[in-house]
């Protein structure tokens, strides 16, 4: 989902590891720069020139095919959402040499799963307690990320809030750090319940913005009336209201959007609570 941390692990990969390449190139928010006057071939062209070093040569020369599949590099493709972007920069008509390495990151499974056969799929997870914790306070309070321990409990509410997201914990912080007294504390923090914060919303919405109005209504239903009821029932249900749920469904999990959970032998369908919210504040709007 949008705010895990997809592009500062990319980040911090390519870091470490691109000296080990003869070329590399990390290319950010390929979505939102493929949508822009020039498009793809701007894309293409910024690659080209990373790799090569040199000013853009045409892709479709002999001598620039050559050369791009004898070396070895490391390119990153940040934010893809088309099967198109990863076919122009990084499929047959850019072929790289050998132990290259392509890295892609996504909102959405279904897009790489049907551009790269052999591609390892891995889904970024929340942070863990501790860390999500120590990241929020690091926000939060002013003196190096040390908390008062009479706020440690509030802390942790606000954290379990943000689900462990690694963007909301970052946003969400500032917000508490001017904050001098419990009770200020709790007034901000019930405050966000009832209005949430626009720059975490923001994000989140990219990905229902992207949905076609089948699914964009089945992700609304779910969040105002069915997160955690059995997936039959909900796709019975849905079905009766004229949406087309099995491959709706499929489409909204492949977008990071809904989960199926599997517990004592029955499937229920899950959302995260922040998506859950940017839901129902998109109906109430």
Same mark, same amino acid.
């Given at each position: ?178 904050? #001098?007294?419990?009770? =200020?504390?709790? %007034?901000?923090?019930?405050? &966000?319940?009832?209005?949430?914060? $626009?720059?975490? !919303? ?60 599997? #517990?004592?032998?029955? =499937?229920?369908? %899950?959302?995260?609570?922040? &998506?859950?919210?940017?839901?129902? $504040?998109?109906? !109430?709007?």
């Amino acid at each position: 989902m949008g705010g895990i941390g997809k592009t500062t692990l990319a980040e911090a990969v390519f870091r470490i590891h691109s000296s080990k390449f003869e070329a590399s190139c990390f290319l950010k928010n390929v979505r939102e720069n493929s949508e822009q006057a020039g498009g793809l071939d701007h894309l293409e062209k910024t690659l080209l020139k990373e790799l090569l070093k040199e000013e853009v040569l045409p892709v479709g020369l002999t001598l620039v095919r050559e050369r791009l599949d004898r070396t070895k590099v490391l390119v990153v493709l940040d934010d893809v959402s088309d099967s198109l972007q990863i076919e122009r920069l990084a499929g047959d008509r850019l072929r790289y040499g050998s132990g290259s390495r392509i890295i892609i990151t996504s909102r959405d499974r279904g897009t790489l799963g049907q551009t790269v056969e052999e591609a390892k799929i891995y889904e970024v997870e929340g942070l863990k307690s501790n860390d999500a914790l120590q990241l929020f306070c690091l926000h939060a309070f002013k003196n190096n990320g040390a908390h008062r321990t009479d706020l440690k409990e509030l802390a942790e509410k606000v954290v379990a809030y943000a689900g462990h997201v690694p963007l909301a914990l970052t946003v969400l912080g500032p917000l508490f750090s001017n904050c #001098k007294s419990k009770g =200020e504390w709790e %007034e901000e923090f019930n405050k &966000l319940k009832r209005f949430p914060c $626009k720059d975490i !919303q923001k994000v989140l919405r990219i990905s229902y913005d992207g949905l076609e109005q089948n699914e964009k209504d089945i992700f609304l239903d779910i969040a105002c009336f069915h997160k955690g009821r059995d997936v039959y029932l909900v796709k019975r249900t849905l079905a009766s209201c004229g949406r087309f749920p099995i491959t709706g469904i499929d489409i909204l999990i492949n977008r990071c959007l809904v989960s199926i959970d599997s #517990k004592w032998g029955r =499937e229920t369908i %899950e959302m995260h609570d922040l &998506l859950q919210e940017m839901g129902r $504040k998109i109906v !109430q709007e």
